[in-house]
């Protein structure tokens, strides 16, 4: 058979685990084998659907792969309130519920957290993204997402024509990405003018003081409890003057409803899908630069992916700025020269290696 012909890269399985006595509903998608046993996020939320799993789980492949690591993608999600006090029980049910499962290695995703990863760990072993007291490199204590941001962004703002010190900076979700890109932007001279989270946003041109930000969000929960700023809803963090724009919470929050608004130059994807296909469309059209998902917050998976490999914090954080710096480099200058969008120049990558690697699949 002539492999040249592979079209479809996945799904290969996609499975319901539902367990009505116990109340505990989840789905598992393995999306692509060809590079590795699948690696992803286990998403806990009350609304997460098989076609959001799904997307996310083609997102893993993708990032995976431009990423170099030895893994295919996969994603999970539990249909539950993240603080459901039953989330342990939950957790134990679907650790075994996969036991077998052995081309699927889960990590942590919104909802989900290391203490989530020790009980899967303590279940069945075949997990990454653990508490350092079980040996693990614990990526959202660590900020690896969110470094893996900032590094990206150095890359892209000459390209956007904009100068990272002094950059003003827009974070939608200041959860374990936001605050970590936060953080490290603000270390290279950049200026966070807005933040939110689902209480609303936090908005000041001349900056927030990102110290006090993270202690405000800690001792009180919300962004919105700063002092030194302007509260306004959610939403109205898309349309911040600024020069940065990183969506980092849910899927579709930049959509052809609000894309107009947007007046930032360069957007850094810190969420998986966090754009419609329709608004990076209008996006390009009006000379917004975007990074993808899985380019620019690669530096969870890259660092779980070095977790399990048994590497230390300072080969996985130089990974991370070795991989994202090469490859957001890599998908901008095709983006130029062939007048695409990144998105598009980034698949084309992505999908080039597992094509390879599928070709060497046998044929049943
Ligand atoms: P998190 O749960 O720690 O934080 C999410 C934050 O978003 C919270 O502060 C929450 O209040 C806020 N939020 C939710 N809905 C919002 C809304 N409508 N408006 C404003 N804020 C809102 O999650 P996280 O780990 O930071 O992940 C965020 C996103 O990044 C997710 O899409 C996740 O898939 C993606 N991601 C995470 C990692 C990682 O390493 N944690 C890696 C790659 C991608």
Redo the contacts with the bound molecule.
Sequence with gaps: MDKSVIKEIGPSKVIQLFFPVSNFHAIVVVDNTALGPSIG?V?VCQDVTIEEVKR?ARTMTM?NSVAGLPHGGGKAGIIAD?RDPKKEHYFRIFSQAIKDLYEYIP?????S?EECMAWIHDEIGRVA?LPEEIGGLP??KLG???FGLAECAEIACPYANIELKGARVAI?????????AAKFLSDKGSIVVAA??????ICNPDGLDIKELLDV?KEKG??IHYKKGTVKK??E?FSTPCDILI?????D?ISKENVEGVKAKLIIQ?????ITKEAEEILHKKGILSVP?FIA?????I??AMEYAKKSEKEAFDAISERIKKNTKLILEKTFKEKTLPRQAAEAIAKERVLKAMAYRRVL
């Design positions: 996020g998403r996310l990032k993240p990590g942590p995703d919104m909802g957290n993204g990526l959202d690896a997402t969110g939608q979700g200041f959860g374990s990405v936001g605050k970590a939110s989270d689902t209480k609303g946003s969000k919300s962004v959610c939403e963090l969506p980092a919470a849910t899927p929050v810190g969420a998986n899908i966090p998902d917050n690669a530096g969870g998976v660092m779980a």
